[in-house]
Structures are given as C-alpha cells and as structure tokens.
C-alpha cells in the first residue's frame, strides 16, 4: 500500500475504533492485507495461503439494505482502480454486496454510515 494510501486508511480506522465503542456494528469493521511490496519467498507465501491480488481494502461483513457487505478501497486523490480489483468489484456487485471507493477518511467512515443506514 502506498504511504499516503496508508494514512488515509489509518486514519479510518482511528475512526472505526472510535466508534466500535459504542456502536458494536463497527467492531467487526476490518483490514485485508492484500498490498504492499514482499520479497519473492514471502509473496510466494501469502499466496499459497489465498491471498488474492485485486481484493479491496476493508470489509464490513454487515447485512444492509438488501446486501451481503460492503467493501472498501481506499485511493489517493488521484489514485486509480486496477483491472483486478475492476474485476474483483463487478463480482463482488453480481454476488450482492455494496461497493464504495473512498479517497479520505471520511468518505470511508461515510460509507458505512450511510450503508448501515439503508
């Protein structure tokens, strides 16, 4: 994950633990550990174990107006969405979970308001 990837989702989750206390919704909120540069031998690794190149950032395994979930990606202002996670959002939609890509903390802490809200 890049670094300013990596504050802006940090600083969700200060906003998600916050919340965890008292509201217990926002306890089950979590992280996927997909990115970020390995060594060969560990990538290789994580791999074996089923780690899944184009999975977003976070999941919210919370039904919700007639969804599953809802999954999180966190991009820069400028970021983009590669192919695989492309992929991985068209089939997360067709399997009947919510999609949200989220450029601050704030749109991350927004989106699961408003999907707990439906």
Known sequence: MKDEEHKIQSAFFCHVRQRAAYDENWRFVF?????GARDVRVAAKLKREGV??????VFVPICAGGFGGLWIEFKTPKGRIQPNQKEFITGM??????????????????????????
């Open 52 to 57: 899944l190149a184009g999975v977003l950032d």
């Open 31 to 35: 992280a996927i550990p997909n990115g």
């Open 93 to 118: 939609k067709e399997r009947g979970y919510c999609v949200e890509v989220c450029r601050s903390a704030q749109e991350g802490v927004s989106a699961i308001e408003k999907y707990l809200l439906q």
